[in-house]
Each structure stands twice: as C-alpha cells, then as structure tokens.
C-alpha cells in the first residue's frame, strides 16, 4: 500500500498511484484528526472523495504517530492524552475517538488504537500492552460494528507474547491480523522470528499486515513468511531523495554516472519513468531540485514495489517462491553490501520460504 | 508559453503541458548552457527528446540572464565576460556561442545575444546597446543561418530608439520580433507606451514577442497592443505560491476561507484542478506544503493564461476585443485593489485596444 498520511501520496496523482497498480492505499487517521480534521473531511464527502481515490483505502488508527510522534503523551485504560506535533494542543484519544476518526473518514478497512510500546521493552511491561490491547480492540468494534477492523497483534520480541496476542486476535473473529510493533529498531532476525511466530497462527483465509514494511528486500522476506500485505513510506520518501529500487539495489541517481546515461534505471520495467525518460534527464531534474524529478522517482519507486508483488504472485502461483526468494536476495545489492550478505545468510540458514 | 527554464516546466509532466493547450514552450540556453551543457543535451538527442516535448520550443539566449543573474560581467564587442550563478567560474558568451548553444538544443525559434541595459539607463547608454544589439543580430543569423532567430528590438524608455531598433529590425528581415527590456521595473504607463511604439513599427503578418510577461492583465493589455507571444514565470511561480488567477484576481488558496469550500475555484475552468478537486483540498494541501498542491495550481494557472489567450483570439475574430478588454479589466480585481483601478482607468484612456 502507497502512504497517503495526509491524503495525498505524496508528488502524485490518484490516477498516478492508480497506474502503478497499486490496489488500495494507506491513510493516517492521526495526521487527518489533527488537520484539516476527520468532521470536515465526512462533510467533503468522504476521505476517497476528498482526495480523488475511488479505490479501496486502509487507515492506520494513528495509535504508533501518537506514542512517536507527539509529545506528553499518558496513558490510562480509558485512552491516551497526548500534545499535536503540529501546535503543541492537547487532545485525549480513545479506542472509540479512533474509531470515531476513521468512520468519518469513510475508510474501507481500519485499525484499532492499540498501546505501542518500545521496542526494547520488557515482558511484564509487553503483557501489559498486549493486554490493554486486546481490551481496546473489543472496545473498538463495539464502537463501530460495522467497520472491517483488523486485530494489531503485539507483543514485542517476546514470543509467547506473541503468540498468546495472535491467538486472542483469532478467537475474537478478526477480519484480518495486522502485526505491530516490528521494524521498530530490533534486529532483522528478531523482525523475522516474531514475524512466524505470528502469522503460524493466523488463519490462511484472512490477511495478513505487516505495519510499516518496508524495503524490497523486507517484502521478499515477509512474504516468504506468509505476509500479505504491507505500508510502507519507504519507496516514496526514497524516491524524494533520488533513491531508485532496481533488482541490484539501490541507485542513487544524484551519482555522476547517470549524467550521460541514455537509458533507464530498469529496462525490465514498464513505469512512466523508465518508459519515457533517461536517466541523465532525471540525473539533470535531481541535480537542480526540480519537483518533477521526485514525481518521477517516487513513480518508479511504487510501481517497483508493485511490480515486485506481482512477481512473487506468479512465482507462489507457480510454487517457486523460494527459488525466486533465494535468486532476488542474491542479486539485490542493498546500499550496505555488508547488510545484504547477512540477510542472504539468514534467509538460507533458514532454509528459505517457509509458507507461501 | 509556460516557462521550462531547465527543460522542465517547473512540477509538470510534458503531457500535463500539452494538456493545458499550450502549443508552444520556452526553455532558456544560458541555464542549459550552464547545466547540463548544451553538448550533453545534443548527445543526448536534443532538448526535446531529453525533456520530452514534442511540440515547438522557444529558446531565450540568456542575455537577460547574463546581464540580470551572473556575477563580474564585462561587455565588449566580441562578446560578455560573466561568471556562472552557479559555481563563480568564468563564461564568455558571445553571440555565436548563443547560436551555438540554442542550435545544439535544436529549438524551433532562437533568441539572438542582446545587451541588455537596466530599464533606467540614459538615452546614450541605450542608444549604444541598441547598435550594439543590432550589430550581434547580424553575426547571430551569420552563425546559424538556418535556424529561425527573432529580432530583440530593445532601446529602453526611449521612443526614439525603440521606433529605430524596430526599423532597423523590421529591415533586417527577422522572421519574428521579440519586445526586450520591458517589465523590468519602469512604469505600466511607459511599459504600454514602448509597446505601442515597437508594434505600431512591425509587420501585421509576424509574430510580435513580449519578453518576460506576464499577469492575466498584462496579456490584455498587450494583445490590445498588438503582442502575439508572450513568456511567463508568473503563472507557474505564483501557482507554486497558492496563488491561483481568476477573473476576479488571484486567488491565495492559503486563506482560511478555503478551508471547507466543496467548490472549485473557478467553476468556468476546464483544468484538471478545476474538474476534480474541491478548494478544500487545494488548501489541505498546500497548508502541509504537499508537493502536489504545487501541480495542480501550476496547472491552473498555465490553462488559465491559455483560456485566456482563447477568449482573446474568440473576440478578435469577433471584432469585440476592445468590450472583451473593458469587461476583463474592469472585473479583474488585482491583489492590490489600487493597481487595478489605475489599470483600468489607463486602459479607458486609452480608448481600448487601437489594434488586434
């Protein structure tokens, strides 16, 4: 799913976000409660009308932006106060005002408040989480019964913790496991281990997220784990600072050697970039800090992403997913040649592709 | 003609150019000249493959931008001596060099070096840049004799020497006549004034070019005056600054009183910010400086000026220019209501437009 914080993927056009073949989209019920506000954009017709999108949307409820991004923030049963990262205002949010916040919205799919703890945080203080967790989830989908709410399944590096979380999601009928609380600054293994403790215990009929994930290296690692989906602001912020995903890694195209390159990044791929543009014009755009150059990147960057699905579906399709899984990670050279052994390492010592 | 200085109209895909209805663009050769190098574009295909623009484009030299943006400038016969805005390294451009530059990108129609002169230099000062200008013209078309180079008739605030360049211009055979040295700081009075004078000398069957304009009533008031081309910063520039043109004046999209407006800005505007955003979501966008608030008002803006020159040329063949530039003027509230009025109050004066 393309981010869409503030509804807006950020340089493009629905159409443009459409034609990358991106399905659905992400917004951020946190940044839009803040501003312009969820009552102003229910009476703009809706979070889809608003910003052009006639495609299914997921919200994050906002529960990691409140305990990372804002300041004084508390934490009792009945919610959490917190001040805006905008204007320092103090607002007090609860399982139901998130819930509240992404009905007005008019999302297709939402998520529950949920208590986001540090990644580095202990069981005793985990269990506490994962428990207030569980009560806010049933407090959240008797707030809006009708709204397709995902479990956010907690619970730190601990794995019975884990485990026990995604157990209770089950048993209490989600429609679909979000997994939180990853990618947070813990180790790719840690990632990875609390990733399969998870989803073996997930439903295989339901969907399963992986929030804030990632790079294309991360999604060939999730899906090999049974991930189904993913946010991930990585390929638009990236594309914005002239970051270019390919099958080799990352090309920066700010690098001198693109300045007389005639070709495109990827001649296997089929964006409006690499169709129509050479990489010494996009190499002379980033050079000069023109805006087209990040639209351009950004392009490229989502429909890897996309593309990049669309590949490991044919390869489970056709049930060489590990195959695929082991060629790609041999070949994607990531910026750090030393990170990109390592996860080649662990993804063979695993013996590759548990689940597709 | 929307301005590409570095052969990007600033946040804009060629396409979204085109489907503006702008026929014709400008990109400017001492900036390419600069960065990337005019070579490099030539290896590359020239200026239109490398920014993928199909239609004509329309060169400046950069003699404004010599003589207006870079540092140490020394003028001789042979040519200017100035130092790159960029990195302070020493250039010498002379007319040749222009051509060579231009013909390197292979625009459509070329700009000859001209020595421009600050808007209030004496009458001597601006007779000598006049012959000089004059001089260059000719070693301009020796150099590139195939490639179609507009006359710049300069001559400051001097009647006298406008209606001589004009002259000497018109005999010189140029296919086309840019109008340089105006908009730069003197009056609208004297602005119209040398307008008048310079095409009351020209041929009716070419094109008349108006360097460095303009506002929405700029191009009223100079198509009036006979001008058939014009260049404009302003449309894309205030675009990128939530200011939108409107027949009622600019419209600053950042005022409150957007916040929760379900309309588009102008409900007679055929662009695509017209057609599918409301004003509320314009402003969300450019309230969290979104980049693609920055698109669509470019778009705007560059489709208003071409609607604009539209209605023109309807009430030309019409014979209603003059009542079209009455109505326009007089409905058309600058930011600055004072201006306006001053505006209009010449324009009556005037008697309206003395030529189409």
Redesign the interface.
């Known amino acids: 799913m393309p981010v869409g914080t503030?509804?807006?993927v950020?340089?493009?056009?629905p159409g443009e976000v459409a034609a990358t073949g991106a399905g659905i989209l992400l917004v951020n019920a946190y940044h839009l409660y803040l501003?312009?506000g969820h009552d102003?954009i229910a009476?703009?017709?809706g979070v889809h009308r608003?910003?052009?999108w006639d495609g299914p949307i997921l919200s994050d409820s906002g529960g990691f932006q409140v305990f990372s991004l804002s300041g004084l923030r508390k934490v009792s049963e009945e919610g959490v106060k917190f001040r805006s990262h905008i204007d320092g205002s103090e607002h007090f949010y609860t399982p139901e005002l998130a819930m509240e916040v992404q009905a007005a919205l008019g999302v297709d799919i939402a998520m529950p408040l949920d208590h986001v703890l540090p990644g580095t945080s202990d069981e005793r203080a985990a269990e506490d989480a994962v428990h207030r967790t569980l009560r806010w989830y049933e407090r959240c989908r008797a707030a809006q019964p009708h709204l397709a709410t995902f479990a956010i399944v907690q619970g730190g590096v601990h794995e019975r913790l884990r485990r026990q979380h995604a157990r209770e999601a089950v048993a209490a009928g989600a429609p679909g496991f979000s997994i939180g609380g990853l990618s947070v600054g813990e180790s790719k293994d840690l990632m990875w281990a609390m990733t399969e403790v998870v989803t073996s215990e997930l439903p295989v009929d339901k969907p399963r997220y992986l929030m804030g994930v990632g790079s294309p290296e991360d999604l060939v690692n999730a899906v090999g784990r049974g991930v189904d989906m993913f946010d991930c602001v990585l390929a638009t912020r990236l594309g914005r600072n002239g970051a270019l995903f390919t099958d080799d890694g990352r090309a920066n195209i700010r690098n001198a050697k693109y300045?007389?390159d005639?070709g495109p990044i990827d001649p296997g791929c089929d964006c409006?970039l690499c169709r129509?543009?050479?990489m010494?014009?996009l190499?002379?755009?980033f050079?000069?800090d023109?805006?087209?150059g990040?639209?351009l990147a950004t392009i490229h960057n989502v429909r890897y992403l996309v593309r990049l699905c669309e590949r490991m579906r044919r390869a489970i399709s056709g049930g060489g997913l590990d195959a695929f899984a082991e060629e790609y990670l041999g070949r994607y050279r990531a910026t750090d040649e030393r990170t990109r052994m390592e996860q080649k390492a662990r993804w063979t010592a695993r013996g590759g592709a548990k689940q597709s």
Request: aromatic residues 12%.
């Open positions: 503030l509804a807006t950020k340089t493009l056009l501003r312009p102003l009476r703009m017709g608003f910003m052009g300045r007389e005639p409006l129509s543009f050479s010494a014009y190499h002379h755009l050079r000069n023109e805006l087209l990040y639209r």
